[in-house]
């Protein structure tokens, strides 16, 4: 059997533009995340800030957008109130969701100066759990409004004259969870989360807000949640939260590799229901898709932080076959991108993230890389793809393609991204464009030698993004050989530019 994989695109094909606020984060004052992690005053890289430079120099390279804050879990016992004004005033609080305690010191003007200095566009949380609607309307009023009433002028008492204009706003964190401070059913939720939403937008009209949907795809109210919540929300939400943790828990490598298929599905479920409900209220308006917690996590649930400042948490660390699954999730969004709008990798730092501190130290993981490989290349239009080629058997996911593709059309020139699933062989590809082939092309591949290859203290250098080598053959297909387990990120340019 011929083992190539054959990558089929027109122009004409298109998905949609590509909303760059896929390509966002996660920073949760959880674990070392914030304080040793974004935020650390005493490090050797604090800034005038007291912002660790290192860390904020290796996630711009990242080229985030949407930044998600204050959490996650996190955030349902979180009143913004005791994170504004002076620092040495601010209460050391009890933080139940990590069993924590959070000084405060890191607030909403340290979150929001330092967003506007890096450039992320901020998305809050607001408190649906031990917070009310007026709680999470005056925050809005306090980052977004004009001076002239309480909440805005106390913002430019504390120093900040001109709005920050957030324009994301989360309504409340995965409330159908009963880990979730506040946990309520779907009926409950909806008419909090619809009074929040409403209040919030009588602040500010241009707000965008995300809906709380199902935390797990299976959770018992999976599917049933998201409509009965859509339906009481209705038009005050405009995107629908999806939460997705993955991890090769079973030990079955073909299974974990071919999970970007199960990604594919829980966009197009959720889609469904937004549509469903969209159809029997008879609204006009799409609710889309906000993707603001996925990753791989499954070998590190240290949770329980014993009350102390800045614990160890979630320090997961990632091989090369979590990459390729990074790779994954980043090529389902652009696949969907008629209705992912929004994407936050969860998280960015020390907290199962691309990056890890230890002291003054700086670790870069795997998962790192293929975020930045996608990221640099992300501008324009999605393609559809036809994919011809060998497939695997999988346990859980069906018969998927060894190699898991998206393509994004700019101009002239054509974005490939591939990830070749087989640890065992390597699978060639072409790339035909119907609309007149290529003329030349060029890339990265991110490989190792082993797919539990890891990037360690001692060896932080074992994964790690090299030159790809990319023909182009007479017919103007576009032809590279993807070692196994490896991943591509490709620029090909079209003869006419
Ligand atoms: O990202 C870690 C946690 O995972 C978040 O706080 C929560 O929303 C999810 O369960």
Known sequence: ??????????????????????????????????????????????????????????????????????????????????????????????????????????????????????????????????????????????????????????????????????????????????????????????????????????????????????STVDSATYGTWDRQVLELVGGDADH?????????????????????????????????????????????????LCFDEWNVWYRNFDMDGGWQRAPHLLEETYDLADALVVAQFLLSFIRHADVVKIANLAQVVSVIAPLLTRGDDLLVQSIYHPFRMISDRRAGIALRVAVDGPTVATRSHGTVPVVDAAVVADGGEVHLFAVNRSTGQAAPIRVTHLGGGFAAGSGELLTAGSPDATNGWEHPDVVQPVAAEVTIDDEGGAVVELPPHSFLAAKLVTPHR
């Open 1 to 214: 059997m011929d083992p190539t994989t054959t990558l089929t695109i027109h122009p004409a094909f298109a998905v949609g533009p590509v909303d760059e606020r896929i390509f966002g984060g996660f920073l949760e004052h959880l674990g070392r995340a914030v304080y040793e992690g974004v935020h650390d005053p005493a490090s050797a890289h604090a800034d005038e800030h007291g912002n660790r430079r290192d860390v904020l120099d290796a996630l711009e390279r990242l080229w985030m957008t949407a930044m998600r804050w204050p959490g996650g879990n996190f955030v349902s016992g979180y009143h913004w109130r005791d994170g504004i004004g002076p620092v040495e005033r601010r209460p050391v609080v009890r933080e139940p969701a990590w069993k924590s305690a959070e000084p405060n010191t890191f607030g909403t003007h340290e979150f929001l100066d330092l967003a506007e200095r890096i450039g992320w566009t901020p998305m809050l949380a607001v408190n649906l759990g031990t917070g009310a609607p007026e709680e999470a309307a005056d925050w809005v009023e306090y980052t977004n409004a004009p001076t002239g009433t309480r909440w805005a002028d106390e913002r430019a008492a504390n120093g900040r004259d001109e709005p920050w204009r957030v324009p994301l706003w989360c309504l409340g964190n995965e409330m159908d969870g009963p880990w979730q401070l506040g946990h309520a059913s779907a009926e409950v939720y909806g008419r909090l989360a619809q009074q929040a939403a409403m209040q919030m937008k009588l602040v500010d009209p241009t707000i965008e807000t995300v809906a709380c949907g199902s």
């Open 240 to 288: 629908l939260s999806l939460h997705r943790y993955v991890g090769n828990l079973a030990g079955d490598l073909d299974d974990y590799l071919a999970v970007g298929a199960s990604v594919d599905r829980q966009i197009e479920e959720a889609d469904a229901i937004c549509r469903a409900v969209q159809a029997s209220t008879r609204r006009r308006k799409r609710t889309t």
